[in-house]
């Protein structure tokens, strides 16, 4: 018999709930919130909201396009943090009652296991899946972090961030800029047609597999605030430079301490996840030293590398199969680690 598993994600501001049959997705609705683009960050309050009113058509969407009824489903998955504690209790609660009212087991998964695991979303039985252990760089808004993935439960962090992680970086550099938010695809977008020699920003100097971001972001502001004093018009007549060399500096920063965890941990494949991953620069950077490595980059969809339920799914799907299930006074977290 079939096992098919419906997942809720709503940490941040996303909606977004998916179906997977026997480990194979079916369908990944997404509905993102543009009320935030006003503010220039995600407001929590203006979120959940936005959740309530998207779950529902989110979610019979979702079934929908698998082409399977809820009386099919068996389980239900959700992530249970970290993330913003008013959306999490939107898909938290929807996912609880979902689970009441049909009777079957609720799956909590952790959001960045999720994105770690989200190179064993499979539409196909050919899609390849990569082999245990290996290292995944996840970068995203919230997290810089290397971590090491013995399997789909036991994982461990072999560096993170001091301070501000990538995507933050970003973003705070395109804000002084005055570019929308969220900064990081603009940068990408504009960093096409930059030099990326132009600029030279100052890098961090951490012992270990640590990150830090808030030097380069202060190096950066100083470089913008200093041009302007010489020219009004400096950031418009250099942006697609400071762009590029932004992003080749994140980059270098990013791959430095990764070629030091694979040299360290002797692995054979490399993974990266998180918005950040969606970035050109970080990918053919991942790609091109793995190359030189000769060991084997696994690079996401873009569309699985922003929030989805896709990844909650087939992060569900591992607890499922080990009948690791949830309990209904389990409460959300908005911190935890993975
Ligand atoms: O994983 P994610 O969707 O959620 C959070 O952790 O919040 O990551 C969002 C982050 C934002 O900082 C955004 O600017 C960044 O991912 N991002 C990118 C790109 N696409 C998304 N950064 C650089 N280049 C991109 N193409």
């Keep these: 018999m079939s096992v098919n598993i419906l997942a809720i994600e709503s940490s941040c501001d996303d909606t977004s709930c998916a179906v997977i049959r026997d480990g194979l997705l079916r369908s990944n609705v997404i509905a993102g919130q543009k009320v935030h683009e006003a503010y220039g960050g995600v407001v929590p309050e203006l979120a959940s909201r936005a959740h309530q009113q998207n779950i529902v058509p989110v979610v019979s969407e979702a079934l929908r396009q698998a082409g399977i009824a809820k009386e099919e489903l068996n389980a239900i998955a959700y992530t249970r943090g970290p993330g913003l504690l008013g959306s999490l209790l939107v898909g938290t609660s929807f ?3 979902m689970a009441i009212g049909l009777d079957i087991p609720l799956i909590d998964v952790n959001h960045l296991h999720a994105h770690v695991l989200s190179q064993f979303i499979r539409e196909t039985p050919d899609d390849e899946v990569p082999c245990f252990p290996y290292l995944c760089l996840l970068v995203s808004g919230g997290n810089s972090q290397i971590v ?5 439960s036991d994982m461990e962090i072999l560096g993170q961030t001091i301070d501000d992680a990538a995507g933050e970086a970003f973003d705070k550099c395109a804000k002084v800029m005055g570019l929308p938010y969220p900064g990081g695809p603009h940068i990408d ?3 096409a047609e930059g030099n990326p020699d132009r600029f030279l920003f100052s890098k961090p100097r951490i012992p270990g597999l640590d990150y830090s971001f808030s030097g380069l972001k202060t190096s950066f502001l100083y470089t913008v ?3 302007l004093k010489e020219n009004p018009d400096f950031i418009e007549e250099n942006l697609s430079d400071l762009c590029a060399s932004l992003q080749k500096t994140i980059v270098d920063i990013l791959l430095n301490k990764l070629k030091k965890a694979i040299k ?6 490399v993974a990266i996840g998180g918005g950040v991953s969606a970035n050109s620069g970080v990918r053919d950077g991942v790609k091109a030293l793995c190359e030189r490595l000769k060991i084997k980059a696994w690079i996401p969809e873009r569309r699985f590398t922003t929030d989805n339920a896709a990844m909650v799914a087939t992060a569900g799907y591992f607890k499922y199969l080990k009948k690791e299930f949830g309990r209904l006074d389990n409460p959300p977290f908005a911190r935890v680690s993975l």
């Design 264 to 269: 360290e941990t002797g692995v054979k494949e």
């Design 189 to 191: 977008r504009l960093a």
């Design 148 to 152: 090491l993935v013995r399997s789909a």
């Design 95 to 97: 996912a609880k009652g």
């Design 225 to 227: 605030r200093d041009g």
